[in-house]
């Protein structure tokens, strides 16, 4: 069976550019972060995963004591790690293997631009799957993604939902409690 998932070979090229997506100069993508800053529940998060982190440009933000990116691209994982001047660890690997990664729980996990069809192919219910097994009980789940693009709905408690225009499209962000 053909897959429909964007080779690796391909992210890895574009990720050869720093900051391929032009997000720190994008008006969009800078009001994007502040957007996800704002809504994210007030609570002292402990210990926080951001899946699909690209070079940092959210998780460099983050203003938590151990935060870890990770993202299936290792020349994303090489800008992130460059004049990193956070305390975020950042390792390359994929969503499909988090379980592998950690035996630790996380209280705060973080999506961002990761959960479309390009990347994930048809695996939303295993996704889910996945990210129970990662997420602390009553840990938070914040994902953000193009609404037009949108694939996942995940089977926890949604506590908030926000809407707001992004580019040429509309972005959807949701925060959900396990
Ligand atoms: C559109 S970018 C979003 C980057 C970042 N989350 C943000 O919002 O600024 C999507 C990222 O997902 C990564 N990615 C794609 N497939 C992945 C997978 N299976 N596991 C982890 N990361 C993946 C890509 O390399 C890319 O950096």
Known sequence: MKSNIQPLEELETWHRTKDP?????????????EMLFSELPEREYKNVLDIGCGQG???????????TGIDISQEAIRHANKNNETNVIFLQGSIFDITKMFKVKFDLVLITGVLYQ???????????????????????????HI??????????????????????????????VK
């Open 57 to 67: 440009f959210i998780t460099k933000q983050l203003n938590v004591s151990s935060v």
């Open 147 to 176: 609404n037009e693009w949108n694939i996942c709905q995940f089977p926890f408690l949604k506590l908030k939902e926000v809407i707001y225009p992004y580019r040429d499209y509309n972005h959807k962000l949701e925060v959900y």
């Open 21 to 33: 997506w032009g997000y720190n100069s994008n008006e969009h993508d800078l009001f994007r972060r």
């Open 118 to 144: 390009q990347y994930i192919g048809d695996s939303s219910n295993l996704i889910y799957l996945l990210i129970d097994q990662i997420l602390e009980e009553r840990g938070h789940l914040v994902t953000v």
